[in-house]
């Protein structure tokens, strides 16, 4: 059974680098042929894709966000991360890492949910 967990702070100020990590149990994220994605919900919203690492290491970024978002691996820890710069009030949002082969509708397991509010 894979499980994914999110750790990370709960409030970010607006222009800081909100940072997040998923970290995974009951499964390698280096096994073919997963994506290991990041996805969020704002308050009322629906969910949206950001990004995600491939098993082989390639990153996949939402063309809304790829200029702000970075996501990496640490494969001794089982773990990715997400970073997301210069961050804003329309960023606070239930972030959620999952495993899947692609879109949102692919995913599989799924962490919790962490909840990140963008506030001075």
């Known amino acids: 059974q894979v499980q994914l967990q999110e750790s990370g702070p709960g409030l970010v100020k607006p222009s800081q680098t909100l940072s997040l990590t998923c970290t995974v149990s009951g499964g390698s994220i280096t096994t073919n042929y997963y994506y290991w994605t990041w996805i969020r919900q704002p308050p009322g919203k629906g969910l949206e894709w950001m990004g995600a690492i491939a098993y082989s290491g390639s990153t996949y970024y939402s063309p809304s966000l790829t200029s702000r978002t970075s996501i990496s691996r640490d494969t001794s820890k089982n773990q990715f991360t997400l970073q997301l710069t210069s961050v804003t009030p329309e960023d606070t949002a239930v972030y959620y890492c999952?495993?899947?082969?692609?879109?949102?509708?692919?995913?599989?397991?799924w962490g919790q949910g962490t909840q990140v509010t963008v506030s001075s």
């Open positions: 999952a495993r899947g082969a692609g879109g949102i509708a692919t995913m599989d397991y």
